[in-house]
Structure formats: structure tokens, C-alpha cells
């Protein structure tokens, strides 16, 4: 990425929550016991689901590598944040903000289309069920998961050019927690028209292209489930995708809210109240919604505890009697 010769700015301050400031070393321990919950619940789901191999199956491999890309999208922006309720210095540097708006950007991207592909994934799964893994094979699962990956890099990158290309030549204290586009332009001392106008259209084709993929794989999925017999076999379907819907709704309502608007730095502190949801809260309650509406994983869980502690109980008795 080429950045602007022209710009004066070196270095942003990120304001966050100035109205807080008091209550940083608070505000620090909360997030870093959630940024703590957030690693180790996907790490866990990512664990569980790798080694008990009745879970080697497509929804649980698109499972794992969202619970990765959680992980991997949650820890560009806290850290930073952590920092910042302790130190002094809450300062950016120019490429560090570049930087970090990208990879939040273009991760955040990936997880939407990954979250269509897995709505895909239901759909074969409720809608064709004898043919499910004959059609969502080993390189089909793969084939999508990079192309979520890969996806997030190609919307973005285009746009972090225009931006690493506008002049900053004015302010630099950046009105939220981390470096998002909307506080990030306002900035600028260009003319900002085109980077806005390709902001909005790449978060509204990301985001409501992926969510008609989502609803039209639903659609199909509830006119399927309905036609049923037996009530016992439809709640367990539904019960399936349950979780799945839960996260979509969160995720699809806070982005789309954030983004999917012409002028974003208009309400930049309402903004930053719901990016909360978005970057802390949403990455730690996802793999306890999965874990907690999934038998599956729950026993898969639940035998690996009780194996790790027994096994540690027989070592005990072992050493004990040596």
C-alpha cells in the first residue's frame, strides 16, 4: 500500500471514550477478561471440533474456521484498546491506522461471506439431506472457506488505497477506539466523495448481498422444514440452524447500522457504542451460543473434560502410590 507523501499527519490520537477516562484501569480488566473469554471459547470450539472425529463434518469445519477468523478479527482491534485504557500515550501511527482499518475491514468482510457460506451449507444439508455430503465435499467446504478469506482481501483493498491516499493535514484525534473508515475520513483534509461513495457501495454489496444469499437459503430452508410430518424432526431442524440465526441477526444489525449509511460521520458516538457489540461483545457470546444450542459439541465437550479429568485423577493416584 502506497500512503500520501502529502500528508502532514503523522500519528492519530484515538480518542475512545473520553467521558470514561476514569474508569480506564476498570474498563481495562472487563475487556481483558472478555478478550480472555473470547480466545479461549473459540479456541475451544476449534479444539473440540479438530479432535473428536464424529464432528469431521462440513457444518463443523465451516464452524472451526469462523471460530479462527473471530479469533484473528477480535485481536486487531482489542489490544490496542487494552493499551489505551492504561497508558498516557493513545496514540497511532499513520501506517499502524492504516493498517489496522484494513485488516478489521477486510476480516470483517471474510466473516460475512463466510456466514453466507454456512447458510449455504444448512440449506444442502436440510433441503437435500442424502446428497449433502456428496455435494458439500472436502473441496467444496475448502473452496469456500479461502474464497471468504481471500474475499474480504479484494473489497478492501481498493478502498485502503484511497484512503492511505487522502491528505491529512488538519486534526488528528480520531473520534473512536480504534481506526474505523467513517472517523478516519472525517479527518481528511480531500475531497472525501469518492472514498464515501465506495465505502457505502462495498459495505452494501458485502453486506446485503451476503444477507440475501442468508435469506433466500432460509426461506428455502423454513417452506422445507414445514412440510414435515413428524413436530419431533421439525424442531430438531430448526434447532440446527438456531444458532446460526442468532449470530446472523447480531451481526447483520450492528453492521448494517454502522455502515449501510451515506453520510457515517454523522452519530460517531452511537457508532462506537454499537462497535462495541460488534469487535468485543458478538466474538466472545458466538462460541457459547454454538456450544450451548449444539448437543454435539456440548457432548463432544463435555466427554473431552471428563476424559482430561479423569486422566489427571489416575496420574494423581499414580504418583501417590509411587
Known amino acids: 500500500m502506497v500512503l500520501a507523501n502529502q500528508s502532514t499527519v503523522k500519528e492519530f490520537v484515538l480518542l475512545g471514550f473520553p467521558h470514561l477516562h476514569h474508569l480506564g484501569f476498570l474498563l481495562f480488566l472487563v475487556h481483558l477478561m472478555i478478550y480472555l473469554l473470547t480466545l479461549a471459547g473459540n479456541v475451544v470450539v476449534i479444539v473440540i471440533t479438530w479432535a473428536d472425529h464424529r464432528l469431521h463434518t462440513p ?7 469462523f471460530s479462527f477468523l473471530e479469533i484473528c478479527f477480535t485481536s486487531v482491534i482489542v489490544p490496542k484498546m487494552l493499551a489505551n485504557f492504561i497508558s498516557e500515550d493513545k496514540t497511532i501511527s499513520f501506517a499502524g491506522c492504516i493498517a489496522q482499518a484494513f485488516f478489521y475491514l477486510s476480516l470483517g468482510v471474510s466473516e460475512f461471506l463466510l456466514l453466507a457460506a454456512m447458510s449455504v451449507d444448512r440449506y444442502v444439508a436440510i433441503c437435500y ?45 480520531l473520534n473512536h477506539f480504534f481506526c474505523d473508515l467513517g472517523p478516519l475520513v472525517s479527518l481528511s483534509c480531500s475531497n472525501t466523495h469518492l472514498v464515501e461513495s465506495m465505502d457505502f457501495l462495498v459495505a452494501a454489496v458485502v453486506l446485503l448481498g451476503s444477507l440475501a444469499i442468508t435469506v433466500l437459503s432460509y426461506s428455502y430452508i423454513v417452506a422445507t422444514v414445514i412440510r414435515i410430518p413428524s413436530a419431533k424432526e421439525r424442531r430438531k431442524a430448526f434447532s440446527t440452524c438456531s444458532s446460526h440465526i442468532i449470530v446472523l441477526s447480531i451481526f447483520y444489525g450492528s453492521c448494517i447500522f454502522m455502515y449501510v449509511r451515506p453520510k457515517q460521520r454523522d452519530g460517531l458516538d452511537i457508532t462506537k457504542g454499537v462497535a462495541i457489540v460488534n469487535t468485543v461483545i458478538t466474538p466472545m457470546l458466538n462460541p457459547f451460543i454454538y456450544s450451548l444450542r449444539n448437543k454435539q459439541v456440548k457432548g463432544s465437550t463435555n466427554r473431552y473434560v471428563f476424559t482430561t479429568s479423569e486422566g489427571l485423577t489416575h496420574s494423581s493416584e499414580k504418583s501417590a502410590i509411587m
Open 59 to 65: 457444518m463443523y469445519f465451516f464452524l472451526r474456521s
Open 129 to 173: 439431506p442424502l446428497r449433502y455430503m456428496a455435494i458439500m465435499n472436502g473441496r467444496v467446504c475448502t473452496f469456500m472457506v479461502l474464497t471468504s478469506w481471500f474475499g474480504g482481501f479484494f473489497f478492501i483493498i481498493g478502498l485502503i488505497m484511497l484512503i492511505s491516499r487522502l491528505s491529512f493535514c488538519g486534526p488528528n484525534v
